[in-house]
Structures are given as structure tokens and as C-alpha cells.
DNA sequence: CTGATTGCAAAGAATTTGCACTGCT
DNA sequence: AGCAGTGCAAATTCTTTGCAATCAG
């Protein structure tokens, strides 16, 4: 597994128009949307705001767009845990390997690390001969802090719109 | 991680009446497909055999009761890395600890383990302070023998635009 | 120019819910 | 008997699709 350096915003517009794909005012508002959000965004938050930046940007467009970066392996699909709900969670992928942590107490989500991981993927491409092409590692279960009080089962709510 | 042993019919529906489950015909039989089951299934493929063995058993019952033995523990929530939909699968969890590497190329779902798992599953109690309830682990990508044979692998090349 | 991309509205897939009835324990 | 469990149908949530209009290259 080469960790791949993280592209900035540049990087993966250029990513796209260098594979000949072309660049429309909504698809780079939902790119600069997902590289400069400080939490993973569903699709619906991800209309929201794109919304903010390109005004009458449809839901459709962005289902499109997100089927279209992961195609490319721009972004990657997380389920944290479907803490609330089925729906999606989306986040650059060129990242550094990280996996998450979902708290069913608090419902924080933590991102984690571990060698270990590095060593898992290296297991399954020798030992199985398989080629990854995207790997999700999820836990859900109780936060450092969450575990330490017995009592606090308060689920966080999510506001919901269109 | 102690591994556990692989609990049989009766131990499962043991639990459950030993934390006060009431057994109905319907749980009988979805239990026992579950158990039987030699591939992953979905809430439509338990439904329909379920009503093999109890005839009218109803979808909102089979929901419900996967969420029952979600909750006791006894059943995991799989994606497969949706490669067909956005459905889940399910498989009685007390098995051997394990997780799966589904192939783009053919469809497979393959078994693998891995003792780095479990030490990634240890990092995450020591080091994050994390009590793990469920954890998930899938890997999408192409199988030794997709990755073997440049025919089989028709979604390896260059993703088409949209 | 011209085919790729969009918006719109409607459809689709998977799952959940309210309510009256049924049947475990 | 009493209440957990079920069936039914409608509702919800999330995502996809067909088609005509629009726009990037």
C-alpha cells in the first residue's frame, strides 16, 4: 500500500480535466465542498452547501457527482456505523489511511490509525492474492468517554431537510 | 478478542429465551435460516425463506427481528461493499472472527482472517480507549483470479466518464 | 458545434411505522 | 390474562432515472 500525498484542491480538479472530464460550476462547487469540510457530509448536507456556492444545484447532481468521484477513487463512501439512518457518508479519499470510530453514546465520530491496518491490507494481498481497490474499517461501540460513564445512552439528533 | 465458540441452533435460541425472548414461529424459522444459510443473505432472500417454513410471514417481521438479533448481538449487518444495491446481508456472528474482500470482477465474497485484525482491535481499545460493540471490516477490488486474467477484470481500467 | 451535464419530476429500492389483531408465557 | 409480537398498508428515507434544455470544450 504507497500512501498517496494528499491532492489539494488544484489536484483533483486537474485530476479530473487531465482525464478529460469536464468541470461545470456545480461539480467544482462540490469539490471545494467536500475538501474544505471539517466533517463527513451526506449527500444532503453535501446539496446544502453546495447550494450556498451555486445556487439551484439539484440532488441528482450531486448523486452524479459523487458516483463520478468515486469512480476516479477521489472520494471514498463511509457508513459510520449507520448511526443515523442508511445514508452516506463522503470524504477525500487521498488521505492518509484512517479508519472510524463511531460512538453509539455520544455519537462522535473519531478517526484512527493503527499499523496493524497497514499490516491487514499487506495479509490480504499476499495471502489472499487479492488487488484492494477500497477498503472501509468501521467500529461502533463506546467512546473513551461514553464508556467511562455507565450512563449516557442520549442518542445524538440530526436536524433534516431537504 | 477471545474467539468464541460457534454457538448452534438451540444455543441461539437459548440466549434469547434466557433474556426473556418470546420464541414465535416466525423467529423460530428466520433463526433457522440464518443458521442454515451457506451465503449472506439479504432481508428479501430471509423473507422469502422464512415463509418456506412459515408461510405469510411478513417483511416488516423479518426487519424487525434482524434489528432483535442485532441488538442481542447474535447476527451481523454486512454491506459487501454494495455491490449489488444498497442492501444489507446478514450471518450469525458468533462465528470465527473474520471479514470479507468482495470482488468487482466476478461478484465472489471472500472469507479471510487476519491476526493483524486483531491486533488493529486491540490498538483500538488501549490506544483510543474505545469499546468495541461491533466492528466491520470489507475490502472491494479484484480476486487472485481477476486480478490474474486481464479479461475477467472489465471494471479495472481507466473508470468511463459520465 | 455537439455531446456531456444539468434540472426536474417521477420512479425505485430498502426499510420503518401506526394500528388492530393474535398468540406466547 | 396481559402484553409482546404480527400482518397489513401506507409512509419514510435515500438514491436513481428519463427526458428536454443547457453549457463546456
Known sequence: MT?????????????LTSRGVRITAQRRALIAVIQDAN???DAASLLQLARGRV????????????????RFGLIDELDLMHLDGEKHYY???ARR???????????????FTSPAFEQVKADISS????EIRVIRLEAGGLCSMCAGSAETSRRRETPKKD
Chains 1, 2 share one sequence.
Open 97 to 111: 489511511d484512517h479508519f472510524h470510530l463511531a460512538c453509539f453514546g455520544c455519537g462522535r465520530i473519531e478517526e
Open 127 to 130: 495471502q489472499a492474492g487479492f
Open 55 to 70: 445556487p439551484g444545484t439539484n440532488r441528482a447532481t450531486v448523486y452524479r457527482t459523487i458516483e463520478l468521484l468515486k
Open 3 to 15: 500512501p498517496r500525498p494528499r491532492p489539494d484542491r488544484r489536484a483533483l480538479l486537474d485530476e
Open 39 to 41: 466533517r463527513h457530509l
Open 91 to 93: 470524504e477525500a479519499s
